[in-house]
């Protein structure tokens, strides 16, 4: 059964750095890709990134001077780190499988405030 | 980037009406587009994918036509589960972009 998983802290400070995780379960990160979807609060969606099955990464131009994703394969983990945040990257982060996107997180709610 | 215009935003329907929304691609997609339905609480939910392949489990009173750039998502006789948000995305290129969304009323 597939399933993805996000993690993180629900609260982070403007300027700092967000860093969540997602964990796979029931299928390989070495043979499908994995992708993170974020969505402001009452907005449309984002898509961010991706991390291919052999370990490229593709990133939305307008966020790649800040954003970086990773991978631990033994741990089937897929992680989003994220740096200078502001208000405005407030949102529910998803992380999905391929394209088109059969398999969703429940997602992880990012709120940034002081 | 390639621009999705959705349409309409906001559709009030009835049970057991048919509704369409449209979807445009700023340029060609092939027929790289989904379909997507939200509901609060629950997972995102591919309904339809390569503009007009229904998702394993997805009802037969949806289906999507188009290709190229104009797409579309009809539902026939709405049943109460169908009220929620739609979503399409386009998959052909990088970066994978989705419209605004509609959301689907009960009238």
């Known amino acids: 059964q597939v399933q993805l998983k996000e993690s993180g802290p629900g609260l982070v400070q403007p300027s700092q750095t967000l860093s969540l995780t997602c964990t796979v379960s029931g299928f390989s990160l070495t043979s499908y890709n994995v992708h993170w979807v974020r969505q402001p609060p009452g907005k449309g969606l984002e898509w961010m990134g991706r991390?291919?099955?052999?370990?490229?990464?593709s990133y939305n131009s307008a966020l790649k001077s800040r954003l970086s994703i990773s991978r631990d394969t033994s741990k089937n983990q897929v992680f989003l780190k994220m740096n200078s945040l502001q208000t405005d990257d407030t949102g529910t982060y998803y992380c999905?499988?391929?394209?088109?996107?059969?398999?969703w997180g429940q997602g992880t709610l990012v709120t940034v405030s002081s | 980037d390639v621009q999705m215009t959705q349409s309409p935003s906001y559709l009030a329907a009835s049970p057991g009406e048919s509704v369409s929304i449209s979807c445009k691609a700023s340029k060609s997609i092939s027929n790289n587009l989904a379909w997507y339905q939200e509901k609060p609480g629950k997972a995102n939910k591919l309904l339809i994918h390569s503009g007009s392949t229904l998702q394993s489990g997805t009802p037969s009173r949806f289906s999507g036509s188009g290709s190229g750039t104009d797409f579309t998502l009809t539902i026939r006789s709405l049943e109460s589960e169908d009220f929620a948000v739609y979503y399409c995305q386009q998959y052909n290129e990088y970066p994978y972009t989705f419209g605004a969304g509609t959301k689907l009323e009960l009238k």
């Open positions: 991390m291919r099955y052999n370990g490229d990464t």
């Open positions: 999905t499988r391929d394209a088109p996107f059969a398999y």
